[in-house]
């Protein structure tokens, strides 16, 4: 044998030409399906905005009629104001509860991470319900509020604070846990005191965070349509006005015209928020060490007490809402019933509940591959740069579009003569589809964190090795990010079972989901009906959890072994 001839013998495969050529087609595959997805039905959204009841286009005319209005100051300052003080309280409590979990040694800290969940599991709706038996007029404690209506702001803003504060601790968790241990050390060298400490060392560290976390619970709020709906009583506010114009007067044109302006102010704050986020990334470098906290039994016994209180309040609502479940009439037969699961109303039932099954399942297993996939195109590949930059942009714009604007958006896509995709109004399609635009930028910002904790190394034995595109994904991709993957799949089929505002205008009496059913049996004055509605949507949701966290110990043991 020649001295030059290799013992063992190359690997013959497709050319690199080829990989470059599947990636391409995929990549112009996922701009033609965001163009339909995306700009099209927003395309047609603006040009409603701008026409009469019979198509013609009438140029500004419709947004110069809102804008004489009085009731558009009324709304979009209440929209302001409530958005505004729902972040202004939360933040605070968001920030002391994140700081106990990561900064503090206290007990429970499992228990008190679990509890943060609670509000994700609960529809909207149902929070708002069980505030009402709470401190309505006929609520258990409605002396707390001195008289004062629950339905309102007071309810709304309350209401907010319990829906959002989950999604501020994680924002804020994940800045403090950005801490470099050598400037604590330093500080405490210099003999620095702990409020000196914490301007000169925590304060810089976390700013980014906690401006992330009051835009996105801004936006979050200013945008939401569901919980106004059930506890905001005679509160105006953008989301609840293009509900009123759409379904109420079946006025498209103008709705449309209210969705582009709750659209620019979610757009800015949306842009604001991403520099934030951009900058807050930067605080971490290759050097810095990790902060282990040091134990205080003061400190760790309040925050370990704040802690509590807060988990014992979303345990209330939880409680709430389920004994609004079970008893007969409110308030005055409070025995116990399973009769409000029956559904006795025209036009709901349990079929609504295995409608948001059915929906949510297919939202998040079609949404975690198409999520996955892209993500993996866009951060792996290395052709068609141009494209891939601008893939990118397009799939972080769904979190800037209101879902009560991208559902109006989807309604009169789908209803114009002119498109052959008509066909799929009424369908559980066009739910689905809503649904995962809607969602699809933080499931794709999780799998491009993921995915950018691969070696490039991966990538080019697979090129030398003339692998397939496809083999390496499905072998080495996608068992190492199995964690990242599962977690997207969660956060979809979660995100889908409580969902309102996007399928609010897409759903017909066949396709009816369990969380918009609630909005129409509490309408009909069963409100013990619809927080048994809404407690079905609760526990498929802890059931679908408990199964993901079985799934996840065994899935991870298999395919990542080697990370332990």
């Known amino acids: 044998m020649s001295a030059t001839t290799s013992r063992h013998p190359r690997v013959v495969g497709p050319p690199r030409e080829s990989n470059d050529w599947i990636a391409s087609s995929l990549l112009y595959f996922y701009g033609a399906a965001i163009l339909l997805a995306i700009f099209i039905p927003m395309a047609m959204l603006l040009a409603r905005s701008a026409q009469d009841g019979k198509g013609v286009f009438i140029g500004l005319s419709n947004y110069q009629k809102y804008f004489s209005s009085p009731a558009l100051f009324d709304s979009f300052s209440n929209s302001f104001l409530i958005a505004l003080a729902s972040a202004a309280i939360v933040i605070p409590i968001a920030f002391l509860y994140a700081y106990g979990l990561s900064r503090t040694c206290m007990r429970w800290k499992g228990l008190f991470k679990a509890g943060i969940f609670l509000p994700l599991l609960i529809p909207g709706l149902l929070k708002a319900i069980a505030l009402i038996y709470l401190f309505g007029n006929q609520g ?15 309810g709304v803003i309350t209401a907010f604070v319990l829906w959002t504060f989950p999604h501020a601790v994680l924002i804020i968790m994940v800045s403090l846990l950005n801490a ?3 400037l604590y ?9 702990t409020w000196k400490t914490f301007l000169t060392v925590t304060w810089p560290a976390c700013r980014y965070g906690l401006i992330t976390a009051f835009l996105a619970v801004f936006v979050m709020v200013f945008t939401d349509f569901g919980i106004p709906k059930v506890i905001g009583g005679d509160l105006n506010l953008l989301a609840t006005d293009i509900y009123k114009e759409v379904v109420g007067q079946q006025n498209f044109e103008m709705g449309a015209v209210i969705s582009v302006v709750l659209l620019l102010p979610a757009i800015i704050v949306f842009v604001l928020e991403r520099i ?10 290759g050097r810095s060490l ?3 906290p040091t134990a205080s039994v003061k400190r760790d016994s309040l925050y370990f007490l704040f802690c509590a209180l807060i988990l014992s309040m979303l345990l209330l609502v939880l409680g709430m809402a389920q004994f609004a479940a079970l008893i007969k ?3 005055y037969n409070l025995n116990l019933t399973f009769s409000n699961y029956i559904f006795n109303m025209q036009g709901v039932g349990w079929i609504n509940f295995w409608n948001s099954i059915r929906m949510s399942l297919l939202a998040a297993t079609g949404g975690t591959i198409v999520v996955f996939l892209g ?3 866009i951060e792996k590949t290395r052709c068609d740069t141009l494209l891939r930059k601008c893939l990118q942009l397009s799939m972080l714009l769904p979190m800037a579009i209101p879902g009560l604007v991208l559902g109006l958006a989807y309604l009169l ?3 114009n003569p002119a498109n052959p995709l008509g066909f799929l109004y009424g369908t559980m399609s066009i739910l689905v589809i809503s649904t995962v635009t809607h969602l699809y930028t933080v499931p794709h910002l999780t799998a491009l964190t993921a995915l950018k904790g691969l070696s490039k190394e991966v990538e080019l034995v697979s090129q030398s090795l003339s692998t397939p595109i496809w083999r390496t994904f499905i072998k080495v991709t996608v068992p190492a990010c199995a964690a990242a993957i599962l977690d997207i799949w969660l956060y979809l089929f979660l995100r889908a079972m409580t969902t309102i505002s996007t399928v609010i205008f897409l759903y017909t009496a066949d396709t009816m989901l369990a969380s918009i059913a609630v909005i129409h049996i509490d309408e009909t004055g069963f409100t013990s009906a619809a927080a048994a509605m809404g407690m079905l949507v609760v526990y498929a949701c802890m059931i679908v959890r408990g199964i993901h966290y079985a799934v996840s110990v065994k899935v991870l043991k298999k395919f990542q072994s080697w990370r332990q």
């Open 140 to 154: 258990i404690f409605k002396e707390v509020l001195f008289g004062a209506p629950i339905y309102g702001s007071i």
């Open 180 to 182: 470099d241990r050598r």
């Open 185 to 193: 050390q330093a500080a405490e060298v210099l003999h620095a005191n």
């Open 276 to 285: 934030a986020a951009g900058k807050q990334a930067l605080q971490m470098t």
């Open 290 to 292: 990790p902060l282990i």
């Open 329 to 331: 009439f409110w308030p």
């Open 375 to 377: 993500a993996t195109l």
């Open 413 to 415: 896509f789908v209803n």
